[in-house]
């Protein structure tokens, strides 16, 4: 069977993720794959389809404060956070209650649990089906995110897996994530909501998680990982190369082009990073060479994702 993808009928969806099934869940960030998580079954799937190692744990995504509460326990500085920027791309890792009936599968066992409230379409369907959905980026393990429909239909192919059609995704890569313990932070993932705005909002500096394994065992090195080899920082190149071109106005003479912001705006760069991947290596070049792109604000989290997608593929 195929995978197919539908438009807004809603309804059939939540049927399926209360019957114990999976979907592909459009958020602002990126397609999810989602289950119940509560159904053990149904998260075993997702690490199935996925070929996902079994220690790496799912966020689960909430309809609102109350649903999350009733998981993970909220510090006075976790509620902070999720007041200003729920719904939104801030995933918080905060300790597990003791009687959440989330399957053990989605927190792998830490004791902790990351929670978050996604934006848009996903919040409606999350409601109605009335319990957390565990979602994790719907493509194959190490491979670059989903940001639309296609891409999620392309990656399971062969499944009778449905995607929830919403277009493009807005933010375009994943979420912050910021481990919440008392009044420490620890900044385990950048993205969109960035270290500056969580500083504002807190007085507190977040932590750089600096390891590669041991609170979020899926941080690893090499992710998000196209098929060719991707060159950073580059300011020159082949006539004939792929170019993943930030700023000067768009101004590159390559054979393969794609501009992530033609005048260096790191928003539009960001909701175009993964498109911009897919779409050069699917002209079957080698090598992508990655123009510079500043690392401030928002440009940290694309950088991280550049540099994990250019890491050797065996670390
Ligand atoms: O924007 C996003 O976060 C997307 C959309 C679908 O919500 N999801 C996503 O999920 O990026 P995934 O599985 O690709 O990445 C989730 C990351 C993993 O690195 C995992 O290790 C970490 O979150 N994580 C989840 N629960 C955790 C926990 N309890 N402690 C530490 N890290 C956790
Ligand atoms: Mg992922």
Redesign the pocket.
Same mark, same amino acid.
């Given at each position: 069977m195929f995978v197919q993808t539908f438009n807004s009928d809603i309804a059939k969806f939540v049927t399926i993720l209360r019957a114990g099934g999976n979907i592909g869940l459009p958020?602002e960030?990126?397609?999810?794959l989602a289950a119940d998580a509560t159904n053990g079954l149904a998260v075993a799937n997702i690490f199935e389809l996925k070929n996902r190692p079994k220690l790496? $744990?799912?966020?689960c995504?909430v309809a609102d404060v109350e649903m999350a509460k009733a998981h993970g326990e909220f510090s006075s500085v976790a509620e902070i956070l999720a007041d200003a920027f729920w719904p939104g791309?801030l +995933?918080l890792?905060v300790p597990l209650k003791s009687d959440s009936d989330i399957h053990p599968l989605v +927190?792998a066992g830490?004791g902790?649990?990351?929670l978050?409230m $996604?934006r848009g379409i996903a919040r409606t369907v999350i409601s109605e089906v009335g319990n957390p959905l565990a979602?994790?980026?719907a493509n194959r393990s190490g491979r670059i995110?989903p940001t639309e429909a296609q891409h999620v239909t392309s990656e399971f192919e062969g499944s009778d897996l449905l995607v929830l059609d919403n277009g493009p995704c807005e933010e375009g890569i994943?979420?912050t994530?910021l481990?919440v313990n008392g009044n420490s932070l620890i900044l385990?993932?950048p993205?969109t909501i960035t270290a500056e705005q969580i500083r504002a909002t807190t007085g507190i500096e977040p932590t750089l998680y600096e390891g590669d394994d041991i609170?979020?065992?899926?941080?690893m090195k090499s992710h998000y990982a196209p098929d060719a080899r991707l060159l950073l920082n580059q300011t020159e190149f082949p006539q004939d190369a792929a170019v993943l071109a930030f700023g000067n106005g768009g101004d590159v003479d390559a054979a393969h082009v794609f501009h992530l912001s033609q005048n260096g705006d790191l928003r539009e760069a960001a909701s175009n990073l993964y498109r911009g991947m897919k779409t050069l290596d699917a002209t079957g070049v080698s090598t992508i060479y990655a123009q510079p792109i500043p690392v401030e604000g928002l440009g940290i989290a694309i950088n991280d994702r550049l540099s994990r997608a250019a890491a050797p593929k065996d670390i």
């Open positions: 958020t960030t990126v397609y999810g790496n $744990p799912l966020i995504h791309p +995933t890792v +927190t830490l902790t649990i990351g978050r $996604p979602a994790p980026s995110s994943e979420s994530i481990k385990l993932r993205g609170a979020a065992p899926g941080m």
